[in-house]
């Protein structure tokens, strides 16, 4: 995919979180079901997080109030209004150090540093290309510090009818790859958003080209409890 295409794409999500951002907070403030599974999963002390995409800072509440240890949280998202949101909710946990970058890691570099865990949720299917998804997901794995842990979940939306109709055409050309889809949101103001639907076979390649070992790979999430596939990965 090319340059321009991946800036458009991005562009569309950018232009979706900028007016949904109040209304996003307001309804993902529970933590995902499959973050008790990581929790169970590392069986060492978390001293340093690296949430990309934070969001809200939903995944850095959701550990502070599971880790008995002080750690360092550094949340990082292209949204200046959800991130308003992270740095308020997060000030109330004094054993977290919290460090919230406002930065665009779909077209820029990722935070420089080593991280005992590495975080990619609700992420993967806003990053425009195969070639670049690959990229994305080795340059992650160079985060992750020595016996460390990267945690990453692809969203299934096309497996559910529900999600499915919510498919809209493409309002102006442009040379898309497989899988790649428009969505409305029905929530609050229209607006439309980029994603990517990530297939077991492009996971397992997401996967591979960490060049980490995988300590679990499961389900869980939504309704039906299969909304994302996790993979838990280890340096």
């Known amino acids: 995919m090319d340059k321009q295409t991946r800036q458009q794409l991005n562009q569309i999500n950018r232009d979706f979180y900028a007016v949904t951002a109040s209304e996003f907070d307001a309804t993902r403030g529970r933590a995902w079901v499959g973050w008790e599974r990581l929790h169970k999963e590392m069986d060492r002390p978390i001293r340093s997080v690296l949430d990309v995409g934070c969001g809200n800072g939903r995944l850095g509440v959701f550990l502070a109030e599971r880790m008995q240890q002080p750690f360092d949280y550094h ?15 997060l000030a109330d946990y004094q054993q977290v150090d919290v460090q919230l970058t406002e930065q665009d890691v779909i077209m820029d570099a990722l935070p420089d540093g080593e991280y005992d865990l590495v975080t990619l949720f609700g992420v993967i299917h806003h990053v425009p290309g195969f070639a670049d998804r690959r990229t994305f997901m080795k340059a992650l794995a160079e985060r992750v510090a020595n016996d460390g842990y990267l945690a990453f979940a692809a969203w299934r939306f096309y497996e559910q009818e529900r999600f499915r109709s919510r498919i809209v055409a493409w309002d102006h050309p442009i040379e898309v790859e497989q899988h790649d889809y428009l969505l409305d949101w029905r929530r609050g103001e229209r607006a439309l958003r980029y994603c990517h639907y990530v297939d077991d076979e492009e996971h397992e390649s997401l996967c591979r080209v960490t060049g980490l070992s995988v300590v ?9 409890n299969d909304l994302n ?3 838990i990965l280890r340096k």
């Open 75 to 89: 949340g990082v998202d292209n949204s200046p209004k959800l991130l308003a949101f992270a740095r308020q909710t």
């Open 216 to 224: 679990a790979d499961y389900r869980a999430d939504g309704s039906t």
């Open 229 to 231: 596939r996790y993979t």
